[in-house]
């Protein structure tokens, strides 16, 4: 009984030592918004479109991978990631220190700083927000920023941009905070432009834009964040990156 015991516990502790057979990665489950444009928005058919979904195929097609896109509010994005709803986030996510305690992180695919926008005329100083009302994406590093480095203001957060531009637009806010990507072309790009504008310094300290954008996956899958990593090298050394970035943007953003 007693060999009958060693037997069983020496089975244990060897197979215990056995590394874990690691992943294929042939078939990849993505988390997108599919509601921050130009990265990602969602077609009248249900499909979604944009920077974020073509860089997220083109990663597929550079790992040979088979790639389903699952959308996901932003308040949620991270907690389905770590309920295994997905395998990785590509939804222009800020790398960031509070981010890099739930989630490991490729390495950066951009780099945007922050903006604000304002009224045309509106001559508001962006140093001395004190009393102003200013709209942001919820849990985003606008938010971030808007709550902890700026003294006085009055800040509204949204689930999504288009209901902070709604609301720009009604004059509720006096500001919007947000990626100066998504500001360009989301906002001042379509029908904001004719009566709204850029205005103040773009904010790119690190502290508070994070390290760029990367791509999220849970801790214990490095192999993928290391099959990503290739794979964002080899589009950007190939021209695929670059392709991409001119359907866009006119102008660098990694």
């Known amino acids: 009984m007693i060999k009958r015991l060693f037997a069983i516990g020496a089975t244990v502790v060897a197979m215990a030592a056995t ?12 988390g997108v918004e599919g509601a921050y444009p130009p990265f990602s928005q969602t077609n009248p058919d249900g499909s979604v479109t944009g920077f974020d979904i073509d860089i997220a195929n083109a990663l597929c097609d550079a790992l040979k991978a088979e790639c389903t896109m699952v959308k996901q509010d932003w308040d949620g994005i991270i907690p389905a990631l ?5 395998d990785a986030i590509i939804a222009s996510m ?21 903006a604000f926008v304002a009224k ?20 985003t590093i606008a938010d971030t920023y808007i709550s902890n480095a700026v003294e006085g203001v009055n800040v509204k ?3 999504t941009q288009d209901e902070a531009y709604l609301d720009m637009k009604s004059e509720r806010l006096d500001l919007l905070l947000a990626d ?11 029908d904001g432009g004719d009566a709204y504008e850029l205005t103040g310094d ?3 300290d690190a502290k508070w834009v994070g390290e760029g954008i990367g791509i999220a996956v849970r801790k214990k899958d490095n192999d993928l964040t290391g099959k990503l990593n290739a794979a964002i090298k080899q589009i950007r050394a190939d021209g695929t990156y670059e392709k991409i970035r001119a359907k866009y943007f006119p102008f660098e953003i990694y």
Not at 82 to 86: D, E, F, N, S, V
Not at 180 to 190: E, I, P, Q, R
Request: charged residues 30%.
């Open 157 to 159: 957060r949204y689930g």
């Open 82 to 86: 770590l309920a295994r709803k997905y």
């Open 202 to 204: 773009s904010i790119t």
């Open 94 to 114: 800020s790398i960031t220190e509070e981010r890099k305690q739930k989630v490991d992180f490729t390495d950066k695919y951009s780099t945007p700083p922050l």
């Open 120 to 139: 045309k005329g509106a001559g508001i100083d962006t140093m001395n927000l004190k009393g102003k009302m200013v709209g942001v994406q919820r849990s």
């Open 19 to 30: 590394p874990a057979m690691a992943k294929d990665w042939d078939k990849i489950r993505i």
């Open 180 to 190: 100066v990507f998504v500001l360009t072309d989301g906002f001042l790009g379509k």
